[in-house]
Nanobody, 119 residues
């Protein structure tokens, strides 16, 4: 089992930056991908970015490239999502998730953190 706790959400204005954190516990993460997803009101949850814990390779949704950066801190077992030039359409609940490298799905999810961007 992997437990995930997100933090860092809040209310910001358009153009601001925000950094989300996700701290993991319960397992060593060397053989995991860590991902960020978001779900806007009335919409499906969508992929934002992921990072391979070992090695740090990253993948982003096309619409997030350039403004969002995913990173990790091994010592803190924490994954970050740095979000810049935020837009009102970035308003969503942001979720952290973890999956073993060999798994096609993410079995472990955090509770989510709300990000609201005002215009």
């Amino acid at each position: 089992q992997v437990q995930l706790v997100e933090s860092g959400g809040g209310l910001v204005q358009a153009g601001d930056s925000l950094r989300l954190s996700c701290t993991a516990s319960g397992r060593t993460l060397g053989s995991y991908y860590m991902g960020w997803f978001r779900q806007a009101p009335g919409k499906e949850r969508v992929f934002v970015a992921r990072i391979k814990w070992s090695g740090g390779s990253t993948v982003y949704a096309d619409s997030m490239k350039g403004r969002f950066t995913i990173s990790r801190d091994n010592a803190k077992s924490t994954v970050y999502l740095e979000m810049n030039s935020l837009k009102p359409e970035d308003t969503a609940v942001y979720y952290c998730a973890a999956r073993p490298l060999q798994s096609p799905t993410y079995p472990y999810w955090g509770q989510g953190t709300q990000v609201t961007v005002s215009s």
